[in-house]
């Protein structure tokens, strides 16, 4: 069975300081797909990035960026420089090809919060 | 370019009642589900459908129905509303199996009285 583990609820911190979110993940499938989503206060969930398990090159995207380890099984999001307009809760997500339900797995996300 | 639109966004019903969530998408997606948001639960899968007439159970199904009649339409049947299905419900899709990139619709905030 697939399992993804935020182990932050809340994270607090003040603007302009970088702050990274801890996802780690179960998996027997040898190919699997990571995602992170943001869900603003407003609810809806905004796709991030998505990685497949065979591409463990870290990604940079503005001041967002990745850090993807097979051998520690994790998939960990920072965001350097935070803006009070990163306040949101955030899901790290699951897919495996390898049998079960075809569906994301989620986290129960960290919350984060921007103090200006 | 309307994505994933779900209707409703907000519903009171009675418990015992049923109602219909709508989902509907106009990205000829063949992959599209259903999943619901509880407080620190994070997003749990209840019904998916590879495509027209194809649908599977999720890790949540119990007390709900969906069909796939259509590409476009996902809607999802809740038989008899029980206060424990209070949440809020989230259709997705995807061009495929594999969620290159799932799009979610607004949320159907759902509470049972």
């Known amino acids: 069975a697939q399992k993804v583990t935020q182990a932050q609820t809340e994270i607090s911190v003040v603007e302009k300081e970088d702050v990274t979110l801890d996802c780690v993940y179960e998996t027997r499938d040898t190919t699997y797909y990571l995602f992170w989503y943001k869900q603003p206060p407003s609810g809806e969930l905004v796709f991030l990035i998505r990685?497949?398990?065979?591409?463990?090159q870290n990604e940079i995207s503005g001041r967002y960026s990745w850090n993807f380890q097979k051998s520690t099984s994790s998939f960990n999001f920072t965001i350097t420089a935070s803006q009070v307009v990163d306040s949101a809760v955030y899901f790290c997500a699951l897919f495996t090809s390898g049998g079960g339900a075809d569906g994301l797995t989620f986290g129960k996300g960290t919350h984060l919060i921007i103090q200006p | 370019n309307a994505g994933v639109t779900q209707t409703p966004k907000f519903q009171v019903l009675k418990t015992g009642q049923s109602m219909t969530l709508q989902c509907a998408q106009d990205?000829?997606?063949?992959?599209m589900s259903w999943y619901r948001q509880d407080p620190g639960m994070g997003l749990r899968l209840i019904h998916y459908s590879v495509g027209a007439g194809i649908t599977d159970q999720g890790e949540v199904p119990n007390g709900y129905n969906v069909s796939r009649s259509t590409t476009e339409d996902f809607p999802l049947r809740l038989l008899s509303a029980a206060p424990s299905q209070t949440s809020v419900y989230f259709c997705a899709s995807s061009y495929d199996r594999v969620n290159t990139e799932a799009f979610f619709g607004q949320g159907t905030r759902l509470t049972v009285v």
């Open positions: 990205m000829n997606h063949e992959y």
């Open positions: 990685r497949n398990s065979f591409d463990e």
